[in-house]
Structure formats: structure tokens, C-alpha cells
């Protein structure tokens, strides 16, 4: 996906003047990295507010005015983040698909045996639906609104996420084709995806723990029956 730009912070021109700056700066004055800091929490507080409100109403039905209203600034000063709403959605999906790509290779990276690999990358996809049920649905809604070059790395980043699925899937059923097990993680991660907005019904959704164990049994049993 098409990394999305925000405006730089100015580079001082050497190091000698940023040392000059940064002495006869007020004691109070952020530095550069509290201002780094504060730029990358409003950054992240934009992208988790249009979450929530493209899987509300839409990506058609938000406006960057809306985005700014939902964190307390106004629309134009999204701009200071991204160059426009289209890179706020890039952002979200890329995000998604590139946060469970980096935990996926952590978990399999840790786990001692393909058995114990299997459910890692299933605890890990379950944080992931039920932390992130937004994103989900506004992946499984919004995707097409993406540019080809973004879309294209959206992609990517998910074939590389399945194929981990399927290696140790292949190691634990060897006497299944490829085609199969591939089948068989791609119907997991819609069991798993689906459920967490499902299971919103106020006042009888389960707990979180019991959803948890609910999913990960129902996955190993899809995947290894």
C-alpha cells in the first residue's frame, strides 16, 4: 500500500545551530521529541477515530471534517498528518494488514514446535479481532475505495500473512494438498473476523475471556479436523 506523507517537521540546518536553538529555547519548550511524540499520538488518535467512523457510516459518509471533530481540531489540520482522507483509509488498512504480518513472524518466532506455531498465530489473530473490530469491518467494506498501488500492497502484505498460516499448517497436515489448507486459514480468519461484530448485541455480548476460548477451539478444530 502507498505509505501515506504527513508535513516533515523543518531539519535545523546544522548540528551546531539545533544545539544554539535547543540552548536559548525556555526551559518549557518542548523538545523535539515530545513534539515527535505529540505528533504521532494525534496521528494515531486520527486513525482510531476514522476507524470507528468509516465502519459507522461509511468511508462515502465521513468527511475530513468529521476526522477532525472527532479528535478536537478542525478538518483542515488533519492536512498537517495526511494529504487527504484517501491516505487516512490507506493507513488504517496498511496498518492492519502490516500489524498482523509483524505478529505473526514474532509468534512463530517464539513458538517451539508447529503445533505450538498454530496456536500462537491463532491467540494472535483473536487479539487482533477483538482489539480491532473496526478496522476489520472497514477493511471488509472499504477496500475497493483504495488507489491500485495501494490496494496492490494491502494485498501483498495479506498473502504474505496467509502463507505463513499455510507453512505450518502443511508441517502439522502434511497429507492435506496446499489448496486445502489455504482454504481452510482463509475460513478461519472469517470465523475469526466475523464473530467479534456479531457477538455486539448490548447487554449479551460474553465476556472477552469467554469469547477468546469460544474462537481459538472453534479455529484449531476448522483447521485440524
Do not use: C
Amino acid at each position: 500500500m502507498a505509505s501515506t506523507l504527513g508535513a516533515a517537521d523543518p531539519v535545523p540546518a546544522s548540528a551546531s545551530t539545533a544545539a544554539s536553538a535547543a540552548a536559548s529555547a525556555p526551559a518549557s519548550a518542548p523538545t523535539l521529541t515530545e513534539r515527535s511524540r505529540q505528533k504521532a499520538d494525534r496521528r494515531a488518535a486520527i486513525l482510531g477515530a476514522a476507524a470507528t467512523l468509516f465502519a459507522e457510516r461509511g468511508y462515502a459518509g465521513v468527511t475530513i471534517e468529521d476526522l477532525g471533530a472527532a479528535v478536537g481540531v478542525s478538518g483542515p489540520a488533519v492536512y498537517r498528518h495526511f494529504p487527504g482522507k484517501a491516505a487516512v483509509l490507506a493507513a488504517i488498512l496498511q496498518g492492519a494488514s502490516q500489524t498482523l504480518l509483524d505478529g505473526a513472524e514474532r509468534v512463530l518466532g517464539e513458538a517451539p514446535d508447529a503445533a505450538a506455531m498454530l496456536r500462537s498465530l491463532i491467540a494472535h489473530h483473536v487479539d487482533f479481532a477483538l482489539g480491532d473490530a473496526d478496522v476489520i469491518l472497514v477493511q471488509d467494506r472499504e477496500l475497493e475505495q483504495l488507489d491500485l498501488g495501494a490496494r496492490h500492497e494491502v494485498r501483498l502484505l495479506q498473502r504474505r500473512y496467509v502463507e505463513h498460516w499455510v507453512d505450518v499448517l502443511s508441517r502439522l497436515r502434511p497429507d492435506r494438498a496446499e489448496a486445502e489448507l489455504r482454504f481452510r486459514a482463509h475460513a478461519a480468519f472469517g470465523l475469526l473476523n466475523s464473530t467479534p461484530h456479531s457477538a455486539r448485541i448490548p447487554g449479551r455480548r460474553p465476556a472477552d475471556g469467554t469469547i477468546r476460548g469460544i474462537l481459538e477451539e472453534m479455529a484449531w478444530a476448522s483447521l485440524m479436523s
